[in-house]
Nanobody, 116 residues
Framework: VQLVESGGGLVQPGESLRLSCATS????????TGWYRQVLGKQRELVAR???????DYADSAKGRFTISRDNGKKTVYLQIDSLKPEDTAVYYC???????????WGQGTQVTVSS
């Protein structure tokens, strides 16, 4: 099983990014998906999640600027982040969790740095 994230980088405040998480080795449509982020020294926190049926849930801090989506054909989950703020700086991780079992996998993380 592999989860490969991409799309992170150094951006200026107000810009946008789209993170991607390409998966392999799983039946993607049978997994719930999510994005989390972690700042050094702090706990990993949920940003957004989308279940296998397409229902979404966002952290309060993510509502309005973050959009999670998934493409079951491409086995990929996305996170669109608009109007980036310095406080969005973190390592972003994708997560998949099986609908019918306790299997769960994490990506390696992608760094997002928002700075002028």
């Amino acid at each position: 099983v592999q989860l490969v994230e991409s799309g992170g980088g150094l951006v200026q405040p107000g810009e946008s990014l789209r993170l991607s998480c390409a998966t392999s080795g799983i039946v993607f449509s049978f997994y719930h998906t999510g994005w989390y982020r972690q700042v050094l020294g702090k706990q990993r926190e949920l940003v957004a999640r989308m279940d296998s049926g397409g229902t979404t849930d966002y952290a309060d801090s993510a509502k309005g600027r973050f959009t999670i989506s998934r493409d079951n054909g491409k086995k990929t989950v996305y996170l669109q982040i608009d109007s980036l703020k310095p406080e969005d700086t973190a390592v972003y991780y994708c997560n998949v969790r099986a609908v019918y079992s306790s299997l769960e996998y994490w990506g390696q993380g992608t760094q997002v740095t928002v700075s002028s």
